[in-house]
């Protein structure tokens, strides 16, 4: 394709310059001929004057177009209407009202009803935005009949007798470590803690107590662990001290005291640099 440049060099018009390139390309563009890869490239660019397009992209769209790229310079193209339609990811087609009123009404006698989503998603909508426009009286028929199916077709379960309750506040206060009253909940089967503040105070206050004491006891126990640090040699480091303390990482240290972690922070960098400095005195002697 190259070559047929070459060959016709000598026959190029005089004067030539890009103007017929730029108008082809707009004819190309206001025929959808830009899909595909030609997505990527400097479309806008080939329109507009002093922008021209690169070899690659001469070739490519010579070959994309079954066009020579002599006549994409010099020739004025014309391009049939085939009467195909390019599909485009950003273009919104509406779909006919029949078809859309005829999948609303399908989904309406179905059992169990269909959501709009589903629907838009079967005639070829993202969303259920035009169905909710056009059609609102349907869609209300469909939102609320399925609303009351899920309610009439709900699984129920029965409710918790106060042994089993008591028996899962029983287990937290036995556990090492503190247990949430939401974790207790969600393990004897409740939807939220609510039902524990019916007839459990003197389990529930327990259990509450039991992790603040544990709370308070893990807490001294990092304090001291960072008081500790600031006198050792050398001055570890936080990530180390949070292994040493089986922490995931230094986050609960950093938050809970910022105070004494920027404290070991300066601490080990002063020991940092008095070892620098004395190691450059022994190096000077």
């Not at 190259?2 to 730029?22: H, M, R, T, Y």
Request: proline share 5%; net charge positive; aromatic share 4%.
């Amino acid at each position: 394709m190259v070559s047929e440049l070459i060959v016709a060099g000598p026959n190029l018009p005089p004067g030539f310059a890009l103007d017929q390139f730029q108008k082809n390309a707009r004819h190309l563009g206001r025929k959808n001929r830009f899909t595909g890869p030609f997505r990527y490239r400097n479309i806008r660019g080939w329109m507009r004057q002093g922008n021209a397009p690169r070899m690659d992209s001469l070739i490519a769209l010579s070959q994309g177009q079954n066009i020579s790229m002599l006549a994409l310079l010099t020739e004025n193209i014309e391009i049939e209407n085939t009467g195909e339609r390019h599909a485009s990811t950003r273009a919104h087609y509406r779909v006919a009202d029949c078809a859309a009123e005829d999948a609303l009404r399908t989904a309406l006698r179905e059992e169990p009803p269909r959501s709009l989503e589903d629907v838009a998603r079967t005639v070829g909508y993202r969303g259920a935005s035009s169905l909710l426009n056009r059609f609102p009286d349907l869609c209300r028929q469909i939102v609320t009949r399925r609303r009351c199916w899920l309610r009439s077709h709900a699984p129920v379960n029965p409710p918790l007798s106060r042994e089993h309750i008591e028996q899962g506040l029983s287990e937290a206060l036995e556990q090492d470590d503190p247990v949430s009253l939401h974790a207790v909940a969600a393990k004897i089967g409740l939807r939220n803690r609510r039902r524990l503040y019916k007839g459990f105070h003197d389990l529930r206050c327990a259990v509450v107590a039991k992790n603040q004491r544990l709370r308070k006891q893990r807490a001294d126990a990092i304090r001291g662990a960072l008081q500790a640090a600031l006198n050792e040699t050398p001055v570890p480091t936080l990530t180390e001290l949070a292994r040493r303390l089986r922490l995931r990482d230094v986050n609960r240290i950093t938050r809970r005291f910022p105070k004494l972690a920027a404290a070991l922070r300066q601490s080990r960098q002063e020991s940092s640099n008095m070892l620098l400095c004395t190691q450059s005195t022994q190096h000077g002697n």
